[in-house]
């Protein structure tokens, strides 16, 4: 099993920045890692993921803005968030899988999740 804990959000206007954290556990091989968020009333939704060589993949809505990262020796996965916008409010969800990791970030692609931390960005 795998133990993720996000930490990091927040209140922001818009323009401003945030980093998430995802500090992960249980785990002796290092999984794919990914970022999702849901805003209330809307599906969840992927932000950002990156494979456990590296390559990262974005969501088109924060491709420019947003950077994710992990520093392997700490386990932990971040989510460097830039230019904020109202409509990046939402629940953030650290997640992780161990297989194929797809272009397009779907919720079920995905078995372990952390409990989220709220993003709230004003206008």
């Known amino acids: 099993q795998v133990q993720l804990v996000e930490s990091g959000g927040g209140s922001v206007q818009a323009g401003g920045s945030l980093r998430l954290s995802c500090a992960a556990s249980?785990?002796?091989?290092?999984?794919?890692m990914a970022w999702f968020r849901q805003a209330p009333g809307k599906e969840r939704e992927g932000v950002a993921a990156?494979?456990?060589?590296?390559?990262?993949i974005y969501a088109d809505s924060v491709k420019g803005r947003f950077t994710i990262s992990k520093d392997n020796p700490k386990n932990t996965l971040y989510l460097q968030m830039n230019s904020l916008k109202p409509e990046d409010t939402g629940m953030y969800y650290c997640?992780?899988?161990?297989?194929?990791?797809?272009?397009?970030?779907?919720?079920?692609?995905?078995?372990?999740w952390g409990q989220g931390t709220q993003v709230t960005v004003s206008s």
């Open positions: 249980g785990t002796y091989t290092r999984p794919n």
């Open positions: 997640a992780a899988q161990f297989g194929r990791l797809r272009t397009i970030l779907l919720e079920t692609d995905f078995n372990f």
């Open positions: 990156i494979e456990s060589a590296g390559r990262p």
